[in-house]
């Protein structure tokens, strides 16, 4: 049972439009979503993140939207830039005081930024 | 650079062998955590760890064992491994209190 669903495996985008990644959860406990960006041979890196009580988050190029109601996230990245050619995925979690935070990740979408 | 050294970098391991797989931190965060990741599946969680002296199993943890003997390390073991762990395992830390993790570069396992 995937709690967190990314449908879009790849996306192809020209350089300096928007890209947009989807991702969909099913457990309305989740309170923390984000996401990372992997380069191959290299583990994922943080990106941004959102909690359950925001729709919107934005960091620079990179612009995250919360619709918790449909239980979908999206990341937004405008302009794009061939440098973004990576997999995004996308995690969720339920905050506990004192307790880790385990993520629940998405399958991935692989961007590619053409020229 | 702080941050998560794992060891090694690749192994191929021949099917009814043991291995430990290397995790250390120097951040000094209180949670550990491993995944496997596979095509189409992403990244599932195998064990994680809150604190130093505590483990828990995450969503596949047949077949694999960890220990957390202290703050900085965190060793993932296969007992006697299968084909079907063959995966690229990645550690990850946290601070306590949530937020990202910070991942290691990961380890390339092949079963044969």
């Known amino acids: 049972d995937q709690q967190v669903k990314q449908n879009s495996p790849s996306l192809s985008v020209q350089e300096g439009r928007i890209s947009i990644l989807n991702c969909d959860y099913t457990?309305?406990?989740?309170?923390?979503f984000l996401w990372y960006k992997k380069y191959p041979a290299e583990g994922p890196t943080f990106l941004i993140s959102?909690?359950?009580?925001?729709d919107k988050n934005e960091d620079g190029r990179f612009t995250v939207f919360l619709n918790k109601s449909a239980k979908h996230l999206s990341l937004h990245i405008v302009p794009s830039q061939p440098g973004d050619s990576a997999v995004y995925f996308c995690?969720?979690?339920?905050?506990?005081?004192?307790?880790?935070?385990?993520?629940?990740f998405g399958t991935g979408t692989r961007l590619q930024v053409t020229l | 650079t702080a941050g998560i050294t794992q060891a090694p970098t690749s192994q191929i391991l021949a099917a009814g062998r043991s291995m430990t797989l290397r995790c250390t931190q120097d951040?000094?965060?209180?949670?550990m955590y491993w995944y496997r990741q596979d095509l189409g599946l992403g990244l599932r969680l195998i064990h994680y760890?809150?604190?130093?002296?505590?483990?828990g199993k995450g969503e596949v943890p047949d077949g694999y064992s960890v220990s957390r003997a202290n703050t900085d390390d965190f060793p993932l073991t296969l007992a006697s491994a299968v084909p079907s762990q063959t995966s690229v395992y990645f550690c990850?830390?946290?601070?306590?209190?949530?937020?990202?993790?910070?991942f290691g570069s990961g380890t390339r396992l092949t079963v044969v």
């Open positions: 990850a830390s946290s601070a306590t209190t949530g937020g990202g993790y910070t």
């Open positions: 457990n309305s406990m989740f309170d923390y």
């Open positions: 959102i909690s359950s009580i925001k």
């Open positions: 995690a969720a979690s339920r905050l506990g005081a004192g307790t880790a935070s385990k993520l629940t």
């Open positions: 951040m000094r965060h209180n949670a």
């Open positions: 760890s809150n604190t130093a002296g505590t483990t």
